[in-house]
Nanobody
C-alpha cells in the first residue's frame, strides 16, 4: 500500500501564490508517476500536472505558465508551485501516484482563490 499526505492548501487572493506538497510513503515502486488533479464543485476531476519518475512533466493547458510541478525522488515528494492564481483555480486538489496498474489518492486539500 501507498499513503499520500498533502499539505499547503488554503485561501488566497487572485494573483497570489500557493505551494502544495505531497509526500508518499509505503510500498513505492521505483517507476511511477506522481502529480495533482483537482475537482471543483459540480465538475469532474481533472488533471492539473503530473511528473514521471524520470522527470517528464505534463500540464493542463489551463495552468501552463502559471503552475510548476517538481519532485524530489529522495523524499518521494512532489511540489506544485501555483502562481497567478485565478478564481477558476478554486477546487479540491488531490495528489495521485500511479505505478503500472495501481493508483493511489490523497485525501485532498482545498484551494480557494477569492478576494
Amino acid at each position: 500500500q501507498v499513503q499520500l499526505v498533502e499539505s499547503g492548501g488554503g485561501l488566497v487572493q487572485p494573483g497570489g501564490s500557493l505551494r502544495l506538497s505531497c509526500a508518499a510513503s509505503g510500498n513505492i515502486l521505483r517507476v511511477n508517476t506522481m502529480g495533482w488533479y483537482r475537482q471543483a464543485p459540480g465538475k469532474q476531476r481533472e488533471l492539473v500536472a503530473v511528473v514521471s519518475s524520470g522527470g517528464s512533466t505534463n500540464y493542463a493547458d489551463s495552468v501552463k505558465g502559471r503552475f510548476t510541478l517538481s519532485r524530489d525522488n529522495t523524499k518521494n515528494t512532489v511540489y506544485l508551485q501555483m502562481n497567478s492564481l485565478k478564481p477558476e483555480d478554486t477546487a479540491v486538489y488531490y495528489c495521485n501516484l500511479r505505478s503500472f496498474s495501481s493508483s493511489f489518492w490523497g485525501q485532498g486539500t482545498q484551494v480557494t482563490v477569492s478576494s
